[in-house]
């Protein structure tokens, strides 16, 4: 078992050097293409239509005419733009009825070519039953092509026929990348401005004599333009462009290709690695209480909800998970408890967000109020819903096992009257706890309230803000209430006094007004002052 397992292994690394062995080997350049044979021996090719069906001859029958052959590729060059062609190497026998060798090459979507290689009757004479080579490397093919190679005598006698398919190189075989014309693409490097959000793009390499098109896509099965491409006109191509993002997506990338006719497009993404930014498409209904996920990119994961009990800890809820294929990942009627999380596993690792943690979602509230060895639950809630509320025991730090003495009792609650629930128990510790939880939901998060004491107090998230509101508030509106009241009042007796000097003097006499107006000012100011004091 374990040997055969060494070999394979060897096997496996054997390959890929082979394979990277291909992709760094040279290609041979050519400027002409033709037929050469074997020196001293002439021969020619020209054009052939490969329709008739193939003769039998005894002699022939048995004999091997086409021994060997070796198919490669080559690069005719032309100043700097290449292409192309298929080189075929065969080692063959002639005899006296056969004069040459027919080769052809079709490929998927492409009508057979054929050349047939023949040899002079004086040629044949003095190399009858004698091996020669014959090569011909004037087929053109493209990268990536797969092509179908098939050789026949001539004249075509049956049992004589070699055929074998051949894969061409593709544009990642750094010698074709750089020399083939419809493998170059151009290489793009970019400077991010992440205070801008903006994209800086170069372009390196281009071919000279041609336009190019930039743009920033989505990458997936294939790239989604986010809007216009620029073209760069081929005087410009030393200019930079900038494009500006909204999110620093993964599958955000830049794009360039060839202003021609399917030219081939290079590709580079600047935040392959940053998957955080996926997580920010997490959307929660209200009223269908459904929490969803669109992934903004094509991504493989498994989405599943858990529970966070600590900053680092998130328990998984089991039978609970979905996978990212579908494009969308949707949890049906649960409750926003800020501890319900999603938790998103990828080949890379996982992530945690938690939705509800970063506001409050005022879908219900709890209090707890305790007076002597009687515990009361009150909850209220922007919606009819339905609880479960009893004690519960701290086993450990993250588990609360119901308590013996304890019954779970059912509440319902909606908008317009609060529930209270009587919880009457004489465990009164720090280790018992109240426990509440949603039960018209699917999945809902258990809330607790520990620490419970017997004395004649208020438990709830809010107490702090709620006593500030019954006291405080109330005290504040009165003492402003008193001093309007003052002010009202001195603004009305000096309005009583101006009235009091424009009265005639024969009705009441100067002194005697003056004397009683002072009267007046000196008992209402005494009884202000003083209930300013008693205030």
Known sequence: METGLKMKIIMFLLLNILQVEALNSTVKQI???GVHCSKGQHCKSRHHLSLSHCKKQQDLNNATTIHDVNLSIVMRCEEDKCSLNLNIVIMMTLYDDVH???????????????????????????????KVEVQYDCFSVRPEQ????TLKTAPNFCNNVWTQKYSIPNCA??????????????????????????????????????????RLCLKGHTCIGTGPHRLIKRQDLNRNESFLYSKALPCLCIEGWPASTNARRTQICPFKNKMQELWSGVTYDQYTQALSWKPMCPVKAV????HAVGPKMCLDIGNMSLSSESNNVIFSTLDPHPQLCMKFTTEAGFWIECPFSSERFPVWDLKVVS?????????????????????????????CKPAEESQFLIASVDRTKPAVVNLSTSMCNSSIC??????DVVLAIEEQRCNLQCSDQQFDQWSESETLQKYALPLIVCV?????????????????????????????PTHRATAETETLIHTVSEDMDTRLHVA
């Open 480 to 508: 402003i209430a008193l001093v309007m009241a003052a002010l009202v009042g001195n603004l009305t007796l000096k309005a009583c006094v101006w009235g009091q000097r424009k009265q005639k003097p024969d009705k009441i």
């Open 173 to 214: 075989h750094e010698a074709i990348r750089r020399k083939v014309t419809e493998c170059i693409t151009g290489e793009l490097t970019y400077t991010v401005d992440t205070a801008r959000r903006e994209i800086t793009v170069m372009v390196l390499e281009a071919p000279k004599d041609i336009d190019y098109n930039l």
């Open 31 to 33: 400027q002409q293409c």
């Open 303 to 306: 989405v599943s909800l858990c």
């Open 146 to 149: 797969d092509v179908f190679v």
């Open 371 to 399: 007076k002597a060895q009687q515990h009361s639950v009150e909850i209220t809630s922007w919606f009819s819903v339905r609880f479960s509320v009893g004690l519960c025991k701290l086993s450990s730090s993250t588990t």
């Open 434 to 439: 109240v426990q509440v939880r949603r039960i």
């Open 100 to 130: 040459g060798v027919v080769m052809c090459v079709h490929s998927a979507g492409m009508l057979e070519r054929c050349q047939i290689v023949t040899f002079s009757h004086k040629a044949r004479k003095h190399v009858a039953e004698k």
